[in-house]
């Protein structure tokens, strides 16, 4: 197979709709299956057999797997040649589209004897009104939405925008999260970024729900010294030194002082799912697993929260020596947990607050593509472009001309009506 | 004014179940002239019904936009809207039986689904909301009347010859026009979906695309229609096999709103 043919083939419509077919088909099969799992969470979840073909397939990370690349860099391959093979075609159109017209030209409707040609042309709001001859016929002529000719063209120029946009924001960007209660200091991965929680608010509505959640924060740029200040709540992202912070999550956060014979020993801010190495005896770990402010014990549930109001407070807790569970269980407001000679209170329960940064210099180009796809599809859809010309016959009469590469039946129709016009 | 949204919604429901009677009882007895009260009893359900949407909208103080019984009720209105748009533009009462049984079966989904008006989480209270849904529902509705269409465009074939229904339904060429006109409607508004709901995303949860199930049907259907629109193009895949592709794309709307909250939640669980 030659170059040109692969080429050829590579920038067909055939091409295009079997890969979107294949792209719409893996999409689909992909949703059903919970991406990012285990192979012993598919099999528990589904069977062993099922689990093994999900993993031979990569369909536990569809959206990044080697077909699914591939299949998409096809897509940006067809599309770049279809529009790059069109382009002089295309250029070709939009100059013979306002050029004067041949008498051998085809049309798709004509209407003979016509009296007055301007009349179709005023009816179709057609200017200006160009004049040619051609074999000493007169010709007039005049076109409109020549940009309608563009719509695919640029369509498919927005999706490749799009397309690279993604994907090179996949490759390129950072994302980090830290969570932490008010007055906590944390760095923000490698960025050299120290994020600080200068407060953290949950704003409630009357019947209890919750309006907003917003973070106060400041952040501390160690290389270049500088310092920055912001309000991040849902909807609404704080910019500092470039990247972004959002207030992503919430949760509970308790202290934990460790006593031992009664003399204290340690304390720590944990967020629910952190965990505390007792300090002289490190192969003993106490694991926070949740807070219910308003605890209740649900029969065949388990344990749930009334509301988010500080009324019944309880924590669910497991105790871990040398990564073994040795048992978990829920303290009450007051309550202590007893080890040996260690004692461990929790106390003091507020929300922490988790914030998602992410810097991602491309997000831009992906919303230029989307942007520009509409405009195609606006082209391509709503502008029609359509050319219409008459030409004078020996008996005085006019025939009218009409073509439109796009408009169909409905151009027909149009013209039609506006060919009436003319001819009473 | 959710007691006014009350009756107004059961008054719609009456309406439109009344006008698709009419519909029937014009396709069966032949009478032109009830096709034209039908029309007239859609047009006048669809004024009512855009009143309860404001009267719910007033009552509770925000967009009528956000779960799932105000989501039908609006994907019926949308239908309405495109339907009596497509009958009137194209003088198609025909099209108006098709879709009437569409539009009731829709509002009558919604009259199953909880009214209760509840206070917008945080990631909901944007403006981007309106621009999200309402796109969303002027797509869904476009693209409801294209299946209709593309029904009608498979079952013109199996009409008797020079019968009722063969004098009042368009030929082949102008059923898949109207409905090359009603999906590309529908493919715009959804290409304004996806971008608005991205540009939300991207402020809300940070990733502006996520895979999540609801985004990942919205594209599905999105290349769907694409299809569509290519085979159109094509000489000998045109008129059955893209409307084949018609009624598969409308099945994917389907999927997206009702069997991805059903089977598949992800963050759009809310919707």
Partial sequence: ?424 | MLQAENTLFTIVMLLYFAAMILYFIYIAIKRDALSRIAVLLQAFGFVLHTAALICRGIGAGRLPLTNQYEFATCFAWGLCLVSLIFVIRFHFPVLGAFAAPVIFLMIGYAAMQSKEVRELMPALRSNWLGFHVSTAIIAYGSFGVSFVLSIIFLLRDRLKEKGFLDQHIPNREKLDTISYRSVALGLLFLTFTIVTGAIWAERAWGSYWSWDPKETWSLVTWIVYAIYLHLRIRRRWEGKSAAVFAVIGFICVMFTYVGVNTFLPGVHSYA
């Fill in chain 1, 1 to 424: 197979m030659s170059l040109k043919k692969i080429g050829k083939f590579l920038s067909s419509m055939q091409f295009a709709i079997l890969l979107l077919i294949i792209l719409a088909t893996a999409c689909s099969v992909a949703s059903f299956v919970t991406q990012g799992q285990s192979y012993s969470w598919y099999a528990q979840h589904y069977s062993e057999r099922t689990a093994a073909l999900i993993i031979a397939f990569h369909l536990d990370d569809a959206f990044h797997s080697w077909w699914f690349l591939l299949i998409t860099g096809f897509l940006c391959l067809n599309l770049l040649f279809c529009n790059i093979f069109r382009l002089p075609q295309l250029l070709q159109r939009v100059n013979a589209h306002s050029s004067p017209p041949r008498l051998s030209q085809n049309a798709s409707c004509l209407e003979p004897n016509v009296s007055d040609p301007y009349a179709v042309f005023r009816h179709l709001r057609l200017s200006p009104i160009d004049g040619t001859s051609e074999d000493g016929r007169q010709i007039l002529y005049a076109s409109k939405n020549s940009l309608g000719l563009w719509g695919a063209w640029v369509c498919h120029l927005g999706i490749l925008f799009l397309i690279a946009g993604f994907s090179l924001g996949q490759i390129t960007q950072q994302q980090e999260t830290v969570y932490g209660i008010p007055g906590q200091s944390k760095p923000v991965g490698d960025s050299g970024l120290i994020l600080t929680i200068d407060d953290f608010r949950v704003e409630l509505r009357d019947d209890d729900t919750v309006e907003q959640y917003t973070a106060d924060l400041t952040v501390h740029d160690t290389k270049s010294g500088g310092l920055q200040s912001a309000s991040a709540s849902v909807n609404y992202p704080a910019t500092l030194f470039g990247w972004k912070f959002y207030q992503n999550s919430t949760g509970w956060a308790e202290l934990v002082t460790v006593t031992e014979n009664g003399e204290f020993l340690q304390n720590e801010v944990l967020c629910a799912g952190e965990y505390l190495r007792i300090s002289d005896k490190p192969d003993l770990v106490i694991y926070f697993n949740a807070f219910y402010p308003d605890y209740v014990l649900i029969p065949g549930i388990g344990p749930q929260t009334l509301s988010g109001q500080i009324n019944n407070p309880a924590t669910l807790y497991s105790v871990y020596y040398q990564e073994q569970i040795l048992g978990m269980n829920v303290l009450m407001d007051n309550e202590e947990l007893t080890i040996d000679e260690y004692t461990v209170v929790f106390s003091e329960p507020q929300p922490y607050t988790l914030i998602q940064v992410k810097k991602d210099s491309f997000t831009w180009l992906a919303f230029l593509g989307g942007i520009v796809t509409m405009l195609g599809l606006v082209l391509a859809f709503y502008i029609q472009p359509f050319r219409v010309w008459a030409v004078k016959e020996d008996s005085g009469m006019w025939t009218v001309y009409g073509s439109s590469p796009k408009g169909g039946l409905l151009f027909k129709e149009k013209f039609e009506r506006a060919a009436q016009s003319g001819s009473s």
